[in-house]
Each structure stands twice: as structure tokens, then as C-alpha cells.
């Protein structure tokens, strides 16, 4: 055995750095309509204080909490506290179902659940302790001791349980461990990474209910580097003004909530300064997106992970490639593609297959669930496949296809959605473009797609221009081009952001 080495990494570690090392950063926050800011030296204080509450509730090591909430301050807190106390952190869509949160509760036998921006009626039936966190229960947690002792937590213990966003089937759960979010915290703060610094102010608009917020606020935390949190139901005003008053210089979100900030700072005048550098994951974002952000001297990045990989796990920069290519890995992250019969394919941008990841931030299995089929054993290793199709450029970055689910088979051949919508995207008229198969008795199924027009264009594109003008790209066979195509006022996302395609194939596709 080596010499070195004997040292658990741990949330404890993360909060020990934020409290000793960083504690005139600061967190900018809005309430109420207002923009607040605590330093990171007030925030340790208050995370001890909820680890109290805690507690005196009789929550202890392994005992599961849920939380229903937003990007908020209270929200930051039960991030750490939970887990430092030696406890498990389920955080919760807030878009499920209410049948698909009971379901969870009941699964991870969580003893209490925090909520704050939501409608009450989504806790019926739902027989555990119901903690609402407002005014009320600040004055009662802030006014509990400091809790001056944590145990040295086990790096391999289970500290947050995410859910899968259901949208190929009911929501799985994933098991971040101590370990696995320390080690995903700081491959984020490289170079070739989304380089936080204590010189950054993040504002972090990916759901903090959702694979925790990317690991950027454990990431911020490790480092000192500064955040911005849109709290409850922020909207685009929001979200810009936070970008001006915060003196924000980094942001990350989905496609769909840039789409909307941009379109609200054109149509309004007010710039986006000082943001300097947009992260977009969650999807692959369009032309137009990335264009428009260039254009306004902000850089963008392109970020691939999911709920099974702890977010970020591959980047794609400017000055590595091309931005709509989903990049190579991350450190302590490794890629693969095999075909049907779970053959190795070639890294020659050409041959298409199944992603397969492993690393120290990929799971190996689902909570409580049969994951066998998700496993692929090659080369001596175990890895796990992702349902994305993609291909594998000679460099090692990665180009996804498609979800697997959501390519088109028209008369045995394979059609690209992804490369459909993002070529819809690219004419000015349209902002937003999603397709779908369409059940067909000919040719199996036929692709359909569904548009959102610019307000500009709301009188002047129609489905006969909008298919001359894919033909006139000459990208694409004439057969992949949609039949038909229905302009919507809007396109329904899931709560990560994504289309939410299996509702559009439920209402759309037959």
C-alpha cells in the first residue's frame, strides 16, 4: 500500500474550505422580488444552525430528508447540511406528478420533506413530516445553536439521491456519494472545465432539484468562487437583472431558458453585460443561440451529462472544436460506443452506436431498481450505457445523434430529430422546433414537427415555406424531410428544460 492518501473526500471538506478559507465570498439570492446577498462566512453559520435543527428533529446518519424547492438560499442550506450530519438528500422535481413524488418518498423512506414555491395540494397523501420553509421557519431554525461538530463522513457513504427525469419511462433513482460529487466539484474548477475562481460570480439557473444544480454550488464552494441563485419562479426580467445588479461574468442553463432570456434582451434593449460565459447543456443548443450570444461577446459552452453521470461530463469549447459537438470528457470520465450487438466501434466520426461512460462520477446501477440492462461489460471493465446514439471523432469528442427513443425509423432507415430540429431552429422565423415520429401505415412511422414562430414571423411563415426552405439547405434526403408541420404557441419542457417528448408522442404521434 502507498503512504498517502488517508483522507476522506467529503462534503465536510467542501463546507471546511468555504468556512476557513472563503468567507467573504458571497451568495446573491432573490426573495420576494428582492435581491439579497449573505457571505459565505454567514452561510456557514446558518448551515450549522440547520444542521442543529436537524437534529433535535431526530434525523441522524443515513436517515433520508426531501426537499421540494427552487435555486434558493434555504435550498443551498439543506444541501450541506443534510449530508454533513451524515444524512441523505433527496431533492425533488418539483414538475412530477404528485403519484410520482409519493412514489419516491415511499421508495427512499424519506422521515421529512422542506418545501417552499409550490402548490400545497401536491403534499396530499403524503404521510410524512411537512416542513415549509418561509419566514416562520427561518426564525425558528436561525435561532437553534450551532451545531460545532460533524462527523467525518465515509466518502463512499450516500449523500444525495436525484431522480431521472422520467422522460423514457418512470424516474429512476441515482446515488451521489460523498466521493463522486467532491471529484466531479473539482474537475469544474479546470481550465478546461468551466474554470470557477474566486474571481466568478455563477448564476446558476439549472434546477437545484434536478441533478444537483450541476455540483456548481459545491464546485463554487471548493474554490470561493461567487453565486447568484433566481430563487422562485424567476422569469427573463429576472434573470437579466441579476445578470446586471450581480455583476455576473458566468451563467448556465438549458436551451429553452436561454432562448427565452435572449429573446426578452432583444425585444427589451438591455444587453447582457457583464456575462462573459454561457454554459448550455441539458440539450444541444441551436444555431441561433449560439450565434446571438457570440455576437454579443459572450462565449458559449456546450456541457453533455445526465442524471446517471452527476451533470457535466463532457465540454465542448470554441477553441477545442465545434461547439455543437457535445466535447470530450471531463477528467475521471471515460467514453465508448458499441453497436447492436455491443460490438467496440471506431473513433472515426463516422460509425454510429450507443454511448457508454464509467468514471467516478458515473453510477452503476439505479436505486432500488433492476439495472442489468443498463450494464455493458468490455475490455475487463464495466460500463454503462446512456440511450444516446452518437458518434466519436478521431480527437475523442463526441457528436450525439439521438436519443435512441427518439429517432425515426421511416421505411428501415434512421432519421435524426436533433439534426431536424436544430436545422428548423436555424431560420430566422423560428424559435423553437421539436419532432417527433408520427405513426405511418406506409413507411412505419413519418417524422412531424412542431414550431414555435418568432412574434415577427407570426404572419408570414407557413408550412410550405418552411419546407422549401429545408429543401433548399440540401442537407437531407427529400425523405427525412417532415411531412407535416404544426405551429404551436409552445413546446411543453420537462422540468430540466427539455422537450418533453413523450408528451408530444402521447398527444401528436399516432
Known amino acids: 500500500d502507498g503512504t498517502i492518501g488517508n483522507f476522506q473526500l467529503n462534503i465536510n471538506h467542501i463546507f471546511n474550505r468555504m468556512e476557513t478559507y472563503f468567507g467573504k465570498s458571497v451568495v446573491y439570492y432573490r426573495e420576494n422580488s428582492e435581491i439579497k446577498k449573505i457571505t459565505f462566512r454567514e452561510l456557514s453559520e446558518r448551515i450549522r444552525k440547520t444542521a442543529n435543527y436537524l437534529i433535535k428533529t431526530g434525523i441522524g446518519p443515513d436517515d433520508t430528508v426531501a426537499t421540494l424547492s ?113 471529484i466531479h466539484s473539482l474537475s469544474l474548477l479546470g481550465h478546461d472545465s468551466i474554470a470557477l475562481s474566486r474571481q466568478d460570480t455563477s448564476l446558476v439557473m439549472v434546477p437545484m432539484y434536478h441533478i444537483s444544480g450541476w455540483d456548481i454550488p459545491f464546485a463554487a464552494a471548493l474554490i470561493g468562487s461567487n453565486l447568484a441563485l433566481p430563487g422562485v419562479h424567476p422569469d427573463p426580467p429576472d434573470i437579466v437583472n441579476m445578470i446586471s445588479s450581480c455583476r455576473v461574468n458566468k451563467a448556465f442553463a438549458a436551451p429553452a431558458v436561454w432562448t427565452s432570456i435572449i429573446e426578452y434582451s432583444i425585444s427589451n434593449e438591455t444587453g447582457l453585460e457583464p456575462l462573459k460565459y454561457a454554459g448550455i447543456g441539458g440539450a444541444e443548443p441551436s444555431d441561433y443561440i449560439i450565434k446571438t450570444l457570440m455576437e454579443s461577446g459572450i462565449e458559449t459552452w456546450h456541457l453533455w451529462g445526465m442524471t446517471e453521470t452527476e451533470a457535466i461530463a463532457t465540454i465542448s469549447k470554441p477553441e477545442t472544436g465545434n461547439v455543437h459537438n457535445q466535447g470530450i470528457p471531463m477528467p475521471a470520465f471515460e467514453i465508448n460506443a458499441v453497436d447492436e450487438k455491443n460490438n467496440k466501434l471506431p473513433w472515426d466520426g463516422k460509425s454510429t452506436g450507443e454511448l457508454l461512460v464509467r468514471g467516478a462520477y458515473a453510477t452503476s446501477g439505479y436505486f432500488h431498481t433492476d439495472s442489468t440492462d443498463k450494464i455493458v461489460y468490455m475490455d475487463g471493465k464495466t460500463w454503462i450505457r446512456t440511450g444516446d446514439i452518437v458518434k466519436i471523432n478521431p480527437d475523442g469528442s463526441i457528436k450525439i445523434v439521438d436519443r435512441d427513443k427518439d429517432l425515426i425509423k421511416s421505411g428501415g432507415e434512421w432519421i435524426s430529430s436533433i439534426d431536424l430540429e436544430n436545422t428548423i431552429m436555424e431560420h430566422p422565423g423560428v424559435l423553437e422546433a421539436a419532432v417527433i415520429a408520427k405513426k405511418d401505415d406506409r413507411w412505419g412511422e413519418r417524422p412531424l414537427a412542431l414550431v414555435v414562430k418568432k412574434a415577427s414571423y407570426r404572419k408570414k411563415l407557413d408550412k410550405n415555406s418552411l419546407r422549401e426552405y429545408l429543401i433548399s439547405l440540401d442537407r437531407f434526403p427529400k425523405w427525412w424531410i417532415p411531412d407535416d408541420f404544426y405551429f404551436v404557441d409552445e413546446i411543453p419542457k420537462t422540468g430540466t428544460g427539455k422537450f418533453d417528448k413523450k408528451l408530444l408522442r402521447s398527444k401528436y404521434s399516432k
Open 70 to 182: 427552487w435555486n434558493t438560499i434555504r435550498h443551498l442550506e439543506l444541501y450541506f447540511a443534510v449530508p454533513l450530519i451524515g444524512a441523505v438528500l433527496n431533492t425533488i422535481n418539483i414538475k412530477y406528478h404528485r403519484d410520482v413524488i409519493k412514489n419516491m418518498i415511499r421508495e427512499n423512506n424519506a422521515k421529512l420533506i422542506f418545501y417552499e414555491g409550490i402548490p400545497e395540494d401536491i403534499l396530499e397523501g403524503i404521510n410524512i413530516r411537512s416542513v415549509k420553509m418561509d419566514q416562520a421557519f427561518d426564525d425558528n431554525i436561525y435561532s437553534s445553536e450551532i451545531e460545532k461538530n460533524f462527523p467525518d463522513n465515509n466518502e463512499k457513504n450516500a449523500a444525495i439521491i436525484c431522480y431521472t427525469s422520467g422522460t423514457t419511462g418512470n424516474p429512476k433513482g441515482v446515488v451521489y456519494t460523498h466521493r463522486s460529487i467532491f
